[in-house]
């Protein structure tokens, strides 16, 4: 069941019954089946939404809420960080002269300092595994996106046994991967529809055109710059733009790689709903040898941690449950919420059951 309830009156943990919209717009600004955080209020307020859809069990019930699922990072750390990327891409995006490259430099120096502070998390948390809460937000894709992809950068530097500098390089290059697409036309990167052969081209050059604007603003060194470069590169030389192979493609693409494609298929995008976790894990560890680098990928699934205790998740059936022991990090033991019933997945008779998405606790 659903109530409508006045946002003055929503709090952390309340579960949406539908899809909350922008006023007269159709931009959705948080998802049905979506645990709110004080940050989705915030944009909420931000955004004139006056009364929030929450999922009730009867009128006379509180609005359901889930159990908190800790995040590694902090809200502060990861506005701050949003905040930096966006005025990063806003200044590649303008025009080009000399006052916007003067804001692309302060920028970069904002965003130095994020990564410095990213590493210095992960690192005093050696031991704490990166989780889907530490990720996804649906609200402005493109730079929760390159957040994401220098967490889980980091992490996977990290389980190799990097140092500290070589962290801090994987996180600043993880952060700018994408930075060449604020040269493409936002239509074309956000079409719906199938791309022409042409507009596919265009959306192929983003990582040329990322690599020529650091250049031409000293932004980085050449290593830095050349990892922007590669990160679509294959190891069986079938990526691009230079069709490079095996240890021709430079470590820090190779690394950001394998992030930057679990976390692009495990979002939401205006054409296609997001996998569920494990579909994006069989999805990179069937490309081992033909995109990903086999040390990379083995690091990367042993800091990736699916779904963490309490995250709540909706099965294949449809019922939804709550995990309760993970140590079978891709087949966990879950409860169902309606029935306190405890399912070992990895047991014969549940295999048939699938994760099909995780319901956003963060």
């Known amino acids: 069941m659903k109530k409508i309830?006045?946002?003055?009156?929503?709090?952390?943990?309340?579960?949406?019954?539908?899809?909350?919209f922008v006023p007269q717009e159709t931009l959705a600004l948080v998802f049905r089946d979506t645990a709110l955080t004080n940050h989705m209020i915030r944009a909420l307020r931000h955004h004139h939404v006056y009364n929030v859809p929450v999922r009730i069990i009867s009128e006379d019930d509180p609005p359901e809420a889930l159990p908190e699922v800790k995040p590694l990072l902090d809200e502060k750390l990861r506005e701050e960080a949003v905040n930096g990327i966006r005025r990063m891409f806003d200044a590649v995006s303008e025009a080009d002269s000399d006052e916007n490259?003067?804001?692309?430099?302060?920028?970069?120096?904002?965003?130095?300092?994020?990564?410095?502070?990213?590493?210095?998390?992960?690192?005093?948390?050696?031991?704490?595994?990166?989780?889907?809460?530490?990720?996804?937000?649906?609200?402005?894709?493109?730079?929760?996106?390159?957040?994401?992809?220098?967490?889980?950068?980091?992490?996977?530097?990290?389980?190799?046994?990097?140092?500290?500098?070589?962290?801090?390089?994987?996180?600043?290059?993880?952060?700018m991967h994408d930075?060449?697409?604020?040269?493409?036309?936002?239509?074309?990167?956000?079409?719906?529809?199938?791309?022409?052969?042409?507009?596919?081209?265009?959306?192929?050059?983003?990582?040329?055109?990322?690599?020529?604007?650091?250049?031409?603003?000293?932004?980085?060194?050449?290593?830095?710059?050349?990892?922007?470069?590669?990160?679509?590169?294959?190891?069986?030389?079938?990526?691009?733009?230079?069709?490079?192979?095996?240890?021709?493609i430079p470590f820090l693409s190779r690394i950001i790689s394998v992030a930057d494609v679990y976390d692009a298929v495990?979002?939401?995008?205006?054409?296609?709903?997001?996998?569920?976790?494990?579909?994006?894990?069989?999805?990179?560890?069937?490309?081992?040898?033909?995109?990903?680098?086999?040390?990379?990928?083995?690091?990367?699934?042993?800091?990736?941690?699916?779904?963490?205790?309490?995250?709540?998740?909706e099965l294949s059936d449809g019922r939804r449950a709550i995990v309760t022991d993970n140590a079978n990090s891709m087949r966990p033991v879950v409860r169902i919420i309606k029935t306190g019933e405890e399912l070992d997945l990895f047991d014969f008779k549940n295999l048939t059951l699938l994760i099909s998405r995780v319901i956003d606790n963060a």
């Open 5 to 20: 309830i006045p946002l003055s009156e929503v709090s952390a943990g309340m579960i949406t019954a539908e899809d909350i």
């Open 101 to 175: 490259m003067t804001t692309a430099y302060q920028a970069v120096k904002e965003l130095d300092a994020v990564v410095d502070q990213l590493v210095e998390t992960l690192n005093s948390e050696s031991g704490a595994l990166v989780h889907i809460s530490d990720l996804k937000s649906y609200d402005e894709y493109t730079y929760h996106h390159s957040l994401s992809v220098a967490v889980l950068s980091i992490a996977i530097g990290q389980k190799m046994s990097l140092g500290e500098d070589e962290l801090k390089m994987i996180g600043r290059c993880a952060m």
């Open 179 to 248: 930075i060449g697409k604020m040269l493409i036309p936002p239509g074309i990167i956000n079409k719906p529809s199938k791309l022409t052969d042409e507009e596919f081209a265009l959306i192929k050059s983003h990582s040329a055109l990322g690599y020529n604007y650091l250049q031409k603003g000293g932004i980085g060194d050449d290593r830095f710059r050349l990892g922007v470069l590669c990160h679509h590169e294959k190891i069986n030389g079938r990526g691009y733009p230079g069709g490079l192979n095996s240890e021709k």
């Open 266 to 313: 495990t979002s939401y995008r205006s054409y296609r709903m997001p996998l569920a976790p494990a579909e994006a894990l069989e999805i990179i560890m069937g490309d081992v040898g033909n995109a990903f680098d086999y040390d990379i990928v083995k690091a990367f699934i042993e800091k990736l941690e699916l779904y963490p205790l309490n995250t709540c998740i």
